[in-house]
């Protein structure tokens, strides 16, 4: 049974930066591609970044530059580090295993980006 686990969430002020991780057991991790979607309140979940199983990363056009999707497949490790945060990156973030589209979702990890 695939488990995934978000962490690395919390408050921060616009311009900071925060690294989320997503530990993942009970697979062969090295085999998924992963990805990143984020849930704003009263907004549908939108997919931010992916990672192939071969290390290639895929952003939204909104966190290209300031986001940097990367996995380490020796500790079964997914992240996502964050940089030049904005009000609008405010968001439950979620970590998911993908196949044909993604199926196994961790429990999301709070951002806050406030002054």
């Known amino acids: 049974q695939v488990q995934l686990v978000e962490s690395g969430g919390g408050l921060v002020r616009p311009g900071g930066s925060l690294r989320l991780s997503c530990a993942a057991s009970g697979t062969i991790f090295s085999t998924y591609a992963m990805g990143w979607y984020r849930q704003a309140p009263g907004k549908q979940r939108e997919w931010v970044a992916t990672?192939?199983?071969?290390?290639?990363?895929n952003y939204i056009d909104s966190v290209k530059g300031r986001f940097t999707i990367s996995r380490d497949n020796t500790k079964n490790t997914l992240y996502l580090q964050m940089n030049s945060l904005k009000p609008e990156d405010t968001a439950v973030y979620y970590c998911?295993?993908?196949?044909?589209?993604?199926?196994?979702w961790g429990q999301g990890t709070q951002v806050t980006v406030s002054s």
């Open positions: 998911c295993t993908i196949r044909s589209g993604p199926d196994h």
């Open positions: 990672i192939t199983t071969g290390g290639t990363p």
